[in-house]
């Protein structure tokens, strides 16, 4: 569970494929656990990393700017895909024009798809 200045994150192993669920707010706050959570992730060198945002109620611009940094950071070591099923992280995704730049999924499974079809962003 998280309170308003925290963030929940699990990471699961689904046939080698590094997901990262998130939940609760992402925000100047919370950022700090999110680039933690994440670097730990990143730091075991996955072929592929999934960041599950279904549980996030807020994306802040600080959250929208640490994906790009990640897809960025990554760069053609592993794929990388976000899913974001409702409007509290669909829609500034799309507004910032960056489910242009990484993919975008509105489930885990589909984004799972995408991993085993090479749909993900390298």
Do not use: C, W
Request: no cysteine; hydrophobic share 45%.
């Amino acid at each position: 569970m998280s309170t308003p200045d925290s963030i929940t994150a699990e990471v699961t192993d689904h046939d080698g494929v590094a997901v990262l669920s998130i939940g609760g707010e992402i925000d100047l706050v919370t950022a700090p656990a999110l680039e933690e959570a994440i670097g730990g992730v990143v730091a075991d060198n996955p072929s592929a990393l999934i960041i599950d945002l279904s549980g996030v109620e807020f994306l802040g611009s600080v959250g929208l700017k640490i994906l790009a940094s990640t897809y960025e950071k990554l760069g053609s070591a592993a794929q990388f895909g976000v899913v974001a099923r409702g409007p509290a992280t669909r829609r500034p995704i799309h507004l910032t024009g960056l489910d242009k730049t990484f993919a975008l999924y509105p489930t885990l499974d589909e984004a799972l798809t995408g991993v085993r079809d090479g749909k993900l962003n390298r």
